[in-house]
T-cell receptor
């Protein structure tokens, strides 16, 4: 069964460094999402992406964040200058259509020191 | 504003007992509704979903949920809990707008007594 994959599974970085989190959505899906979950808190929407552009972003998704679909398979989340409060689990999700189920990857646990 | 409330932070049940996890939502139209399960250190697995039609939906692992519009609820049930069901359960609303983003509740952690 196709699944969403994410790399790396864990990343440790120093405050102020740039990180890129990678996702490979399910191949025939058209809508892509990033969510994050700070330890012990709820899962929060960050951004949605369709047709090579952002369709919606949350107030969390400030200028330090960007997303890209550099080729036909990868979907990346870049944090330009990480802050301590960016430490969280980041989930990628994809769906075939906007109105259909989102399938989540296993997540990348980011720790900013 | 759209929101999801899961009033129980923790629930403990004995193995073999029945389970009901509560979920209430606030949304201006008929929502898409989901339950996801997250085992420790793992991602989110879809248990079941409601889009339209029959208000009682069946999911994987023997779970079911009932959409009650009048109560703005979508409670998750299982008649007999197994030890492997111990996990965190998230209810989510899918917003019917440009992005159909998911809005999650804060989760309910299920503990299962042997």
């Amino acid at each position: 069964e196709p699944e969403v994959t994410q790399t790396p599974s864990h990343q440790v970085t120093q405050m102020g460094q740039e990180v890129i989190l990678r996702c490979v959505p399910i191949s025939n899906h058209l809508y892509f999402y990033w969510y994050r979950q700070i330890l012990g808190q709820k899962v929060e929407f960050l951004v949605s992406f369709y047709n090579n552009e952002i369709s919606e972003k949350s107030e969390i998704f400030d200028d330090q964040f960007s997303v890209e679909r550099p080729d036909g398979s990868n979907f990346t989340l870049k944090i330009r200058s990480t802050k301590l409060e960016d430490s969280a689990m980041y989930f990628c999700a994809s769906s075939p259509l906007a109105t259909q189920t989102q399938y989540f990857g296993p997540g990348t646990r980011l720790l900013v020191l | 504003a759209q929101s999801v409330t899961q009033p129980d932070i923790h629930i403990t049940v004995s193995e073999g007992a029945s389970l009901e996890l509560r979920c209430n939502y606030s949304y201006g139209a008929t929502p898409y509704l989901f339950w996801y399960v997250q085992s420790p250190g793992q991602g989110l697995q879809l248990l079941l979903k409601y889009f339209s039609g029959d208000t009682l939906v069946q999911g994987i692992k023997g779970f079911e949920a009932e959409f009650k519009r009048s109560q703005s609820s979508f409670n998750l049930r299982k008649p007999s809990v197994h030890w492997s069901d111990a996990a965190e359960y998230f209810c989510a609303v899918g917003a019917r707008d440009s992005s159909y983003k998911l809005i999650f509740g804060s989760g309910t952690r299920l503990l299962v007594r042997p």
